[in-house]
């Protein structure tokens, strides 16, 4: 199994800083494979990013996506109000697993 | 509209049985595989297993299998998760969700359902 280890386990910042996010996996990954969610309290996890750098239908361009092998960063150039949030990053597969998840909260 | 809608919150004892359900519209049910993700009060998202509705192939996780049983009616465009004899570990949020691309498990998961609220206790 592929074990996926997101730091820090949260971020507290102000709107309008700038979010990075990591994704480190046990072993590597194809680009491919790997997407980040974002879950708000209450409600489903959302797709942001897959293929490791593509924006889901009707996400914003603040949020990119980078990296390969292990490391992987979801970047969110300028915080919106809207963006405090959980977010998980995920290998896709035939035993596909998340990652702890880092809650993004305001400062 | 592409979405997937679950069945509501349940309230069981433990050795209850229960089977919740997710229906999917707006596209081709039987090309896009469904998979169930579980998530225990204030934990994260876990992988619990994948079926492929044209023809109910299941692929389960090592840690759900045996415990779940998921399954699919593809007349009806709905997907199940089951048990039949539920536990107070078993409480939880239950989502379906399907799978990005057509017929293919390397691919993210791009719509769900709002998630089913299932509490085991006695």
Known sequence: EIVLTQSPGSLSLSPGERATLSCRASQSVSSSYLAWYQQKPGQAPRLLIYGASSRATGIPDRFSGSGSGTDFTLTISRLGPEDFAVYYCQQSGRSPTFGGGTRVEIK | ?122
């Open chain 2, 1 to 122: 509209e592409v979405q997937l809608v679950q069945s509501g919150a349940d309230v069981k004892k433990p050795g209850e049985s229960l089977r919740i359900s997710c229906k999917g519209s707006g596209y081709s049910f039987t090309n896009y595989w469904i998979t169930w993700v579980r998530q225990m009060p204030g934990k994260g998202l876990e992988w619990m297993g994948t079926i492929d509705p044209s023809d109910s192939y299941i692929n389960y996780s090592p840690s759900f299998q045996g415990h779940v049983t998921i399954s699919a009616d593809k007349s009806i465009t709905t997907a199940y998760l089951q048990w039949s004899s539920l536990k107070a570990s078993d409480t939880a949020i239950y989502y379906c969700a399907r799978l990005k691309d057509s017929r293919s498990y390397y691919c993210a998961f791009d719509i769900w359902g709002q998630g089913t609220m299932v509490t085991v206790s006695s």
